[in-house]
């Protein structure tokens, strides 16, 4: 079978692929739909071929399933911000978790069985703190589009509001609007600053405040389970997790390449009385030898939560070197961190006792995991392999 541009198709969707293109079969050729479910029967135009399958936009649901419901926002399907809209939020937990377990055992080669059930956020709408909105003229209104990129393009769709947004960043959007950049082409984030917390502007900090404090606690858990003494910190941004958690461990190390976010980081651990503990500026890469250099490794749990392109292999291997007793990886990205638990699992040096993934990012194709990593003489220890959430 060939196909070309442009052909329609009915297809029954036979999957959802992680990062949420359903799944289909015209004959040999695999085709990738957006914003079906399983089990629907739907149509579609071709937009794309290549040599072992092809794209194609919904055009219609001819068999819909139960699961289908009606997205909230007006602009799903045409703004590239959300994926899941069209699916009920408890289908869309199933989902998340088939897809993360799938990717974990094709790619780090993880059973199953180690992945939690998908914690879910108890507000799937209006959660997330930080958006970033574009502006782009659009030569046919004679206007600016003021909004986030298309599903499909690099263009812009204009909008008066996101529904998975905070409230206020919706009224910080109308404030945009009414008070437009000066040209296209201008990027704008908006965000809201978390209570108690300095965090400058530019450096990271989590975007969903209401399932936060399950975020901490998982991790917490954890550290409580590794039973371990010291805590290095890489990728520590301000300071949140080693200041949330320090009172676990005698003393504690965070390290960030972000400079503005270390200082603001001491000055976060100076507001909480927090004086267990350091932060150092510099590349985790080049200053973790000389900082796992100062604690036993028995008595060490490490604390990954690198960018979404996950650990640089040179990370990867110093920890197989030095095995540290248990390693929490923090990811928002479930394929970046199943191939570095590939590496760091590798030949036994250590072991997965579980994966918690939590959904952070409702709605969207996107998940929070975290990982709690044994090294393989810590995980056969009866004083330190505890029972698994």
């Known amino acids: 079978m060939s196909l070309t541009l442009g052909d329609k198709l009915t297809l029954t969707i036979e999957d959802i692929a992680f ?6 079969r015209a004959e040999e050729f695999v085709v990738f739909v957006p914003f079906v479910v399983t089990g629907e029967v739907v149509e579609a135009e071709v937009t794309q071929v290549k040599k072992r399958f092809a794209r194609a936009r919904l055009l219609r649901v001819v068999t819909a399933s139960p699961d289908r419901v009606e997205p909230l926002c007006p602009h799903f399907g045409q703004c590239g911000g959300c994926q899941y809209q069209h699916l ?31 914690v879910p956020c108890p507000q799937p709408y209006g959660y997330r703190n930080r958006i970033m909105i574009r502006s782009q003229w659009d030569k046919f209104k004679q206007g600016l589009n003021i909004g986030f990129l298309r599903a499909d393009s690099r263009l812009v769709v204009d909008l008066e509001e996101c529904k998975i947004a905070e409230p206020v960043l919706n009224e910080q959007i109308k404030s945009v609007r009414a008070h437009p950049p000066p040209k296209g082409g201008i990027k704008i984030v908006l965000r809201i600053m978390p209570e108690g917390w300095e965090v400058p502007p530019d450096s990271f900090f989590q975007n969903n405040f209401i399932l936060l404090p399950r975020l901490v606690e998982t991790v917490g858990e954890f550290l409580r389970r590794g039973g371990t003494r010291h805590l290095v910190d890489a990728y520590c941004g301000v300071g949140f997790f080693s200041l949330e958690l320090g009172h676990l ?20 651990a100076v507001a909480r009385g927090r004086a267990n503990g350091e932060f150092v500026a510099g590349p985790a890469e080049e200053l973790l030898p000389a900082l796992l250099s100062r604690f036993t490794p028995q008595a060490t749990t490490v604390l990954l939560d690198p960018p979404r392109k996950g650990c640089w292999p040179e990370t990867l291997e110093l920890l197989r070197r030095v095995r540290p007793a248990q390693i929490i990886y923090v990811s928002c990205h479930p394929a970046a961190m199943a191939r570095d638990l590939n590496v760091l699992c590798a030949e036994s040096v250590f072991d997965l006792a579980q994966v918690v993934p939590l959904d952070m990012f409702p709605n969207t194709q996107h998940v929070e995991c975290v990982a709690d990593i044994r090294c393989k003489w810590a995980a056969a220890d009866p004083k330190l392999s505890l029972p698994t959430l």
């Open 19 to 24: 990062g949420g293109e359903g799944v289909a």
């Open 88 to 118: 009920a939020y408890p289908i869309q937990l199933r989902l998340k978790h088939k897809q993360i377990s799938d990717l974990f055992q094709r790619i780090g080669r993880i059973a199953p069985g180690n992945i939690a059930e998908v």
């Open 249 to 268: 461990v005698e003393s504690f190390v965070g390290v960030e390449l972000d400079r503005v976010a270390i200082k603001a980081a001491r000055r976060n």
